[in-house]
């Protein structure tokens, strides 16, 4: 099993040590030293007021944060939590993913999702309507750019020809692609253009709210997992190769007093099982010394004890 974090950026206001460039670098480093495997960054460039007082949080720029912390390690995976491809053109998002995989040695992870938010999408000029179309669109002109040269393009929403975009990332063929999302349209888009499938556990409230099917229990994920299967089959993928990430639902809080290592530490057994090959590690994000405590804390109690 590996591990992977979301910079624990989870309020508004957030913890401004957690904001800052020494926050940023020491969570990096304190991650990579407790044995963690990635960190992300979440992408919320224009969220609402509403949203915010709802129960939102702040965050920093994804790619710019990734780029600052791989400056400050040598060998911690950087994966987004996740990119909202929809907001960006896909020949930017290319390009910035490209230099990250690039400048870090080949330590980049595209993860990308759909998006749920109206007033951030109007804010950005991007009609919430088409923003499955696209999210297909810009799929494939990542993957055809980063992998080739004199790349032309036609689509509804999209319109490029003979475009050549150098330096190209290291890794090969081109940095991974996982796929945000519990619906049965996510996993098609894993068996059609993904190396991994990155749902999130939500009961129906937060399902509801974030547009997405429910999914909290190690049963309903595997019935996921069982789905992507026949997928990847009928796409002719193999899907041994790709990677699934969830959440630990077990085990409670990490860096609070209800967690307990072995609970945890079975709950990944069932994790195992049901074929996820990365968790998704929950931090605490009141102050820069609590998130550091949980990661010392999670390295010792748990990827100590693998």
Known sequence: MRFAFTYPIITHPCDPELASPHGV??????????????????????????????????????????????????????????????????????????????LSGGRFTLAVGVGYLKGEFAALGVDFDERTGLVEESL????????????????????????????????????????GGNTGKARRRVAAH????????APAALAGTARTAAMDTVEALAAGVEDLKRRCEEAGRDFAGIDICFSNLVGGRVGYDDFKPDAYLDGLGRLADAGVTWTQVALPGDSLAHAIEAIEQFGESVIGQQ
Not at 194 to 201: E, I, L, R, T
């Open 140 to 179: 494939e002109v990542i993957r055809a750019i980063w992998t080739g040269d004199d790349v032309s393009f036609e689509g509804s929403n999209f319109h490029a020809r003979g475009i050549t975009a150098h330096p190209r990332p290291v890794s090969l063929p081109h940095p991974p692609i996982w796929i």
């Open 25 to 102: 670098a020491a969570v990096a480093r304190a991650a990579e030293a407790a044995g963690f495997d990635a960190m992300g960054f979440t992408d919320h460039p224009a969220p609402t007021q509403r949203w915010l007082d709802a129960g939102g949080h702040d965050s920093l720029d994804p790619f710019v944060a990734m780029g600052f912390a791989a400056a400050h390690t040598r060998i911690l995976r950087f994966i987004p939590n996740v990119v909202v491809l929809p907001y960006r053109n896909p020949f930017v998002v290319a390009k910035a993913g490209a230099t990250l995989d690039l």
């Open 194 to 201: 993904g190396d991994g499938w990155a749902p999130f556990a």
